[in-house]
């Protein structure tokens, strides 16, 4: 129930609305002048204030600062018998929901009490919302203790209240937006906006607009103006994802926005200051692309002030009991599932598993498994194939193309693992030469790399077939 404070120094005015709003049933109270209001909002926080302009000693804007002050999210509305517009404007500059002349109506007064109250509820759940937010996207919920990512967090927890531009690299999966985000929800622009951008994702000839915005006409199809992402971010942050994938004649205009700090939307000869603090990621090697002339070298350093390099999670296989822990509880949470344990032999066969799509891919072997078990243990019947055994798949997945079982089979999928074990045996045995594993597998080098792109091996990832070796 809607808790509301009374302050005139006019006694009847003051009986009138108590016992108006108790009828429409508020809770109550009130205060004669501006001293007592303030000492009532000190050990309260009530949901509107309704109070009189022009008292003795403290005036109704006083007590709308100091409650402002107290509790920001209280809704102040501001009655007066001497209305001018420059104590309205005050009053609204000050935070002041609304500002009413006396005489009012009884219906107008309670329409804007209710716009007001509505106002607070959707304030507290922005709020609340926000908090969860910073909650999901707090440090500890990346998760890892390894000396590598223990690094990762010193380094975003120095730079996160900064403004300066950070660059964030790393390998597919690994978890750059999370970071990101870490990075916003725990600056000083966290009530700001956080806008996302895959650079990927969004075709060459509607890019500009998305980013800078355009004006009503600017193209065919343009029949009203629309707002740029980056002035949509205007105060907070814009997450540049795949930042390599941008087309060349974006890289121009984009440094222009990092170097100016103001855009021009698309069909516009006026432009618009934004203040937008940059986090871009890539799992490119930026430095080849420049090389390659695919990205400018300007853009890079502009963007590449801070960098973050995220490891893979084959350089922190420490870090996958844990990992495979936290998606466990996860899932089973979601689906309903007591899975209390991890069977010591499905953590065995995780560890032994090279992960080339990092920490996604192994979420996405926790949610499969969690989802297959009937017991309250994850056990290795559960996990992937592929997973269990990369050298006995292949055996086991030619016995199973023998027999097509009863119930069917998923045929793309047998192929799949059977493709990618062997895959996997090749590189094991060559070191992590394409060449040469390509020979073993009797395909052409075109083929193998093509292979490799589907299972998202990089040529960094072939290091982790030689080391083993």
């Known amino acids: ?33 501006g001293e007592e209001a303030i000492a009532l909002a000190k050990n309260q926080e009530f949901d509107l204030v309704l109070t009189d302009l022009k008292m003795p000693k403290v005036t109704g804007i006083e007590v709308l600062e100091r409650v402002k002050s107290l509790w920001a999210n209280t809704q102040v509305i501001v009655m007066t018998a001497y209305s001018t517009a420059e104590t309205a404007i005050e009053a609204m500059k000050k935070g002041a929901y609304d500002y009413i002349s006396k005489p009012f109506k009884v219906d107008e007064i309670k329409v804007i009490i209710e716009k007001a109250l509505e106002k607070r509820h959707l304030s507290l759940r922005v709020v609340q919302l926000q908090g ?20 990762v967090f010193e380094l975003i927890r120095r730079v996160a209240k900064t403004k300066t531009s950070v660059l964030i690299v790393g390998e597919s999966g690994t978890g750059k937006e999370l970071v990101a985000n870490a990075l916003h929800y725990n600056s000083l622009r966290k009530d700001m906006p956080f806008v996302v951008i895959n650079c990927g994702a969004i075709p060459e000839n ?66 618009v200051d934004v203040d937008v603090r940059v986090i871009a990621a890539t799992n490119k090697r930026l430095e080849e692309e420049i090389q390659r002339g695919t990205f400018r070298e300007d853009l890079y350093y502009r963007l590449n002030v801070i960098q973050v390099r995220l490891p893979s999670l084959r350089e922190r296989m420490e870090d996958v009991p844990l990992i495979a822990h936290h998606f466990c509880q ?63 798949i292949v055996q086991q997945t030619v016995d199973d193309l023998k027999i097509l079982p009863p119930n069917g089979c998923d045929l793309d999928q047998i192929l799949a693992d059977l493709e990618r074990a062997l895959l996997y045996q090749a590189l094991e045995r060559t070191n992590g030469n394409k060449t040469d594993a390509a020979k073993l597998l009797r395909i052409s080098f075109r083929s193998i790399r093509y292979k490799l792109d589907k299972y998202n091996i990089s040529d960094a990832d072939l290091l982790h077939f030689r080391g083993n070796n």
């Open 330 to 392: 996860k899932y089973a949470k979601e689906l309903g599932k007591e899975i209390t344990q991890i069977e010591p032999r499905a953590m065995d066969a995780l560890m032994r598993y090279p992960f080339m799509g990092n920490v996604r891919e192994l979420e996405n072997i926790m949610e499969r498994a969690v989802t297959f078990e009937t017991t309250t243990m994850l056990t290795i019947d559960s996990l992937p194939r592929y997973v269990i055994d990369v050298e006995g």
């Open 1 to 33: 129930m809607e808790r509301i404070l009374i302050v005139d120094d006019e006694t009847s005015m003051r009986e009138f609305l108590e016992i108006f709003l108790r009828q429409e049933g508020y809770v109550v109270e009130t205060a004669s002048n």
């Open 132 to 151: 969860a937010l910073e909650e999901k996207y707090a440090f500890e919920n990346i998760v890892g203790r390894s000396q590598r990512i223990q690094q």
């Open 206 to 271: 509607l890019m500009e607009s998305e980013l800078f915005g355009h004006m009503r006409g600017a193209f065919t199809g343009a029949i009203a103006a629309k707002k740029g992402l980056f002035e949509v971010a205007n105060g907070g942050t814009i997450f540049l994802d795949e930042i390599g994938d941008l087309p060349l004649v974006l890289q121009v205009k984009l440094l222009r926005v990092l170097q100016e700090r103001k855009i021009k939307p698309v069909g516009s000869t006026a432009e």
